[in-house]
Every structure is written in structure tokens, then in C-alpha cells.
């Protein structure tokens, strides 16, 4: 895991707050694929500094459950929102394990899943947890954004990629999975859900401000991708609940 989201997790936590990719094109961007979340049994994979969280207890969501696989990203969430969430650590790589069936009205997974190498588990785990009706939405790195990082050429292949991102200040080392689109919407339609909307995001107005170069590329050039997936209701779901 790197040292991002341990070592420098406060840090971390600072930035996200208002910076480009985050504030002002990623998180608006998945929160434009949710629906009302009043009342909502929420699980946010992969957490981080608890930015979703924050929002999600805003919404009034119902049950908010936050999972990280960083002990520090977890002890943040702690700490901000003592008892009013269920946090804890959890490598996502093994799915849910702790979570019941359909449980969750709404997952969200934020900019984590290019971390993990088989999404297959990921989402198998999804689609039982979820109650009939319910629904995930996630980003990720835009698969086409990552190809320039491949080295075999092949846009098909899965590789691991590593780099030294600025994000806190100082070059931090992070490896992740690029890997093409199929892939992904293949992981996730095997798992039983259903695509329902894609989005390649907007970058706000705002980032004009703050860094016109970044502003102009990020109006030009897709950076990350968005899914909504639905658990739907199947004859067989329909009569068990019922
Ligand atoms: C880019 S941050 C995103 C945090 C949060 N979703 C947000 O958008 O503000 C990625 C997060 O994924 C977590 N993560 C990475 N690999 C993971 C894994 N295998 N299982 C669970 N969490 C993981 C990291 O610890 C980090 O907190």
C-alpha cells in the first residue's frame, strides 16, 4: 500500500479537501450519479480521510459504514465521526466478508479500485451485499488516461504502473492497475449488476482559479470514469422478499 494513504494520510486528508482532482472534478462527478440518500443504509469502500463521509452524514444518510485498508485513513474517520459511523480496516482485494447480504441500500467507491489487481471479488461482493434495487457508484482512472503509462503497448493487458505523484507536497511513490475498459465492465456485469450510467466527468469552473494550465487539461482530456451499477430485481429476488 503506499505511504500516501498511511505515512502522509493527514496530509492527505488536507489536501483532498479543496484541491483540483478531487474537490472540484472527482467528487463532484460520482455525487452527480446519486440519488437521494435520506434514511439510506450506506457503505463507503475505501474511505480514505472520510471527504464522503462528511457529505454522506450530511445527506442523513441511515447507517454509514466506512472501510480502508489504512489503519491510519480509518483512525481519521474515528476520530472526525466517533460513533455516528461503523469504521473499520479491511483489504477490499477480498471483497466484503463482514458485511451481510443484501444489506446496503447504496455502495460508494471512490477512486480505489485501481489499487486492486482482480476486481472480480470486489464485485461479487458488491452484488450481495446490496439489497435488490440498490446500487453502487464508483471512479476510477480513466483507461484511456492510463494507457500512456503502458509499457507493453497493449491496451488489453493489465499492468502495474508506478509512479511519483506532488498530491502532498513531496513525490510520493503509489503503484496501481491500469487496465481497459472491458475489463472493468466486464467485472462488473459478470457479478450480476447492471450498468446504468457511465460519465467521464466535468471539471468545475472553479479550477480556473486555481491553475488554469490543469483547468485546460482536464477540460480536454478525460482523467477518471464513473460508473452507477444497479443490483435490479429478479423474479427470484422479488419473491424472497416478499
Ligand atoms: C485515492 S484514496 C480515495 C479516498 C476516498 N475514497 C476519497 O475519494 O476521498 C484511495 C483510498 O483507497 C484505500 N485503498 C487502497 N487499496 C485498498 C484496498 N486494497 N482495500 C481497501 N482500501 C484500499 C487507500 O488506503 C485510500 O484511503
Given at each position: 500500500m503506499s505511504e500516501m494513504y498511511t505515512k502522509h494520510a493527514v496530509k492527505y486528508a488536507e489536501v483532498v479537501k479543496?484541491?483540483?482532482?478531487?474537490?472540484?472534478?472527482?467528487r463532484p462527478s460520482t455525487m452527480a450519479?446519486?440519488?437521494?440518500?435520506?434514511g439510506k443504509d450506506v457503505i463507503d469502500m475505501?474511505?480514505?480521510?472520510g471527504e464522503y463521509a462528511q457529505w454522506l452524514l450530511e445527506q442523513s444518510v441511515g447507517r454509514l459504514t466506512c472501510i480502508d485498508i489504512s489503519e491510519e485513513m480509518i483512525d481519521l474517520v474515528k476520530n472526525k465521526f466517533g460513533l455516528n459511523v461503523h469504521a473499520y480496516c479491511q483489504n477490499l482485494s477480498q471483497g466484503l466478508p463482514l458485511e451481510k447480504d443484501n444489506s446496503a441500500d447504496v455502495i460508494v467507491c471512490p477512486?480505489?479500485?485501481?489499487?486492486?489487481?482482480?476486481l472480480t471479488p470486489v464485485f461479487e461482493s458488491v452484488c450481495r451485499v446490496l439489497k435488490p434495487g440498490g446500487y453502487i457508484v464508483f471512479s476510477t482512472h480513466h483507461p484511456f488516461a492510463d494507457f500512456?503509462?503502458?509499457?507493453?503497448?497493449?491496451?488489453?493487458n493489465r499492468e502495474l504502473v508506478e509512479e511519483e505523484w506532488d498530491t502532498v507536497g513531496t513525490p510520493v511513490k503509489v503503484q496501481f492497475y491500469r487496465r481497459s475498459l472491458t475489463e472493468i465492465s466486464e467485472a462488473v456485469t459478470n457479478s450480476g449488476l447492471l450498468i446504468s450510467k457511465i460519465s467521464e466527468g466535468m471539471i468545475d469552473e472553479k479550477a480556473k482559479d486555481l491553475s488554469e494550465s490543469t483547468y485546460n487539461h482536464l477540460k480536454n482530456n478525460p482523467n477518471f470514469i464513473f460508473f452507477r451499477c444497479e443490483k435490479v430485481h429478479t423474479q427470484q429476488n422479488i419473491k424472497s422478499d416478499s
Open positions: 479543496d484541491n483540483i482532482y478531487n474537490a472540484l472534478l472527482e450519479l446519486l440519488g437521494d440518500l435520506q475505501g474511505c480514505g480521510s477512486l480505489v479500485l485501481h489499487y486492486i489487481e482482480n500512456e503509462c503502458s509499457e507493453s503497448g497493449n491496451y488489453f
